[in-house]
């Protein structure tokens, strides 16, 4: 039998992703009561710790959940009821958002201008620029910053720019891009922007998190609440003013945040971002050394994919990747603009992964993928050489 000691696991999944010793320390603390001076201190310096990841002076609520859980809390407690949505999707996640304004479109009364980029394509800006002029009772506008389902990054600071300019509200997706790569709430112009715990913010997966600025809390006073209770972010709103939560916090993950932050704070942020985008450019370098395309025309740095070569098995690659190496990749994800399950798979440059990580995951990918098809015959050795000459150079 091989132990954790002979057998390393590295978890080179786009979420969740790996946690630094310290912060699992951190979890192990013995529980304390929500309601007390203690608790409210804990959670006085998260809220600072996550506006300074932000880069935004407003709040930023945490919420137990996934970022799903954030997310639709966003769409739903902000959309005015009545109005139109404008949802720009390019990818799963981007879909999502326009399948929850679709469960909600009875209750709430709202309909979409629904903007669909072909699958690995970053948003069109011309594009929304012309549907925000065609329909100017568009109150909300959502968007993924990096789509990870396509390993895509869209121009969020342009979009930004446009919506700033409408009644409209700009509620980003990044959750894979707040912690990973530059973006500033403020300064940018983001109205809401949400991110989720196990992605780039390296802690495990249950929290969720919504930076409002000041006219989506003005938007929170002008609308009134629709059919739903836990997602009202009025409720979290007026508690985070008093360093409380409305409901029962998961108080292991909001102290073990705590720390995640600071660690990505004493690092700097664009440390970290460069970190991140080395460790991106290389992986993609070796993938095309590799021979393999790329599944993203508009690159994210939180993660890279890309197409198999002809007659690989995903499911049988992943698994010798994993069985053979410890290493944990992802596959792709099937949605309404395109299948991409089984055709590419995908590794992440998040968070707690280093260069090390990266170069055992790119050798057991090549070794796999050679073994697996006859007609892939790299010359051995090239991914993590590749690698190793782009990081360095
Ligand atoms: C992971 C992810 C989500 C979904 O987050 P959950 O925590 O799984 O609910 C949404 N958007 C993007 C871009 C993601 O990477």
Not at 233 to 255: E, G, Q
Request: charged share 20%; with cysteine; proline share 6%.
């Amino acid at each position: 039998m091989t132990t954790d000691v002979a057998f390393k696991q590295r978890l080179l999944t786009p979420g969740p992703t790996a946690v630094p010793p310290q912060v699992l320390e951190e979890m192990a603390k013995p529980i304390i009561h929500h309601r007390t001076k203690a608790f409210q201190a804990i959670f006085a310096e998260l809220s600072e710790l996550l506006q300074r990841l932000f880069v935004t002076s407003g709040p930023v609520l945490s919420i137990a959940g996934s970022g799903t859980t954030a997310y639709e809390a966003a769409q739903v407690s902000l959309i005015r009821p009545g109005s139109k949505a404008l949802t720009i999707a390019g990818g799963k996640f981007g879909e999502r958002w326009q399948d929850i304004y679709d469960a909600y479109a009875p209750s709430l009364g709202i309909e979409q201008v629904r903007i669909n980029t072909p699958w690995g394509h970053a948003a069109d800006v011309d594009q929304i620029e012309q549907a925000l002029k065609e329909h100017p009772e568009i109150s909300v506008v959502t968007v993924v910053h990096s789509e990870t389902s396509t390993a895509t990054c869209s121009d969020v600071r342009r979009i930004a720019e446009l919506v700033q300019k409408t009644d409209a509200l700009l509620i980003v997706d990044g959750i894979t891009s707040v912690g990973a790569m530059p973006v500033e709430q403020d300064a940018w112009g983001i109205d809401v922007l949400v991110t989720g715990s196990q992605k780039a913010m390296m802690l495990p997966p249950g929290l969720g998190f919504v930076g409002l600025g000041e006219r989506a809390l003005r938007r929170l006073e002008e609308v009134q609440p629709g059919p739903y209770y836990n997602l009202d972010l009025r409720k979290w709103v007026k508690s985070h003013a008093k360093n409380d939560v409305p409901f029962t916090p998961p108080v292991s993950l909001i102290r073990a945040q705590k720390v995640a932050c600071a660690m990505i704070l004493s690092d700097g942020l664009e440390a970290v971002h460069k970190r991140t985008r080395g460790l991106a450019e290389a992986s993609r370098a070796a993938f095309k050394a590799l021979g393999l395309d790329l599944v993203s025309h508009s690159p994210s740095d939180s993660v890279s994919g890309a197409y198999y070569p002809e007659g690989v098995s995903d499911s049988e690659l992943r698994a010798a990747v994993r069985d053979g190496h410890g290493v944990h990749i992802a596959g792709g994800q099937d949605g309404r603009g395109d299948k991409w399950k089984g055709r590419i798979f995908r590794i992440s440059h998040m968070g707690y992964v280093d260069a090390e990580d990266t170069r055992v995951a790119l050798g057991a990918i090549e070794t796999e993928l050679a073994a697996l098809s006859d007609s892939f015959n790299p010359e051995p050795g090239v991914a993590v050489r590749t690698f190793d000459a782009t990081l360095g150079g």
